[in-house]
């Protein structure tokens, strides 16, 4: 993903390059973590799920319209980080149901990462982006409206499936999204 906004110029600011750094690392935490239970549950091979991993095709087609810059990047992400942290929330009794406490607290740190990558997002708009907050509603929405028509594309943002992912789910993140991005700055 990185590759891909540095190619489109979506990372402007230093406050962006820093988020996505620190962002890139837990993701690839978390992706080792899934590994591993695959491998657990499913008995998957972890040579096997990361050729295919590294496999897949990274398709930004259906959600460039929605990346416009670094700006609408940030609330992208903002709502996609709050989006999993509420998904993986929901699908704790999955995850408790395996059996091994150590999948439930690996799936609260999870949950803990993605709510930090969520306000750490919501941080440079703030830092960065104040005269443009009132523009996040409607790019919220309008990623809202898209995201029926969105298929998961290997993008890492907005590679929504599942049942938990549901509209009163969408509609929930973006109320705490925006929520966060509103509070006023203590000076």
Known sequence: MKQELVARNLIASDEAAAFFHAWAIDEERHTDG????IELVANGSETDLRARLDARTHDF???LEHLKDEFSLMVIIAFDEMCTCRAYAAEKPFYDALGNNTFHYWLREVIADEAVHSMNA?????ARYRDRIDQAATILDNLIRASDNLRYSGTFVLDYFGAVYSKELLANSRLATMRNIAKPLIA
């Open 61 to 63: 087609g259906p959600i």
């Open 122 to 126: 919501v941080n440079v708009i703030r």
């Open 34 to 37: 899934f590994i591993r239970i």
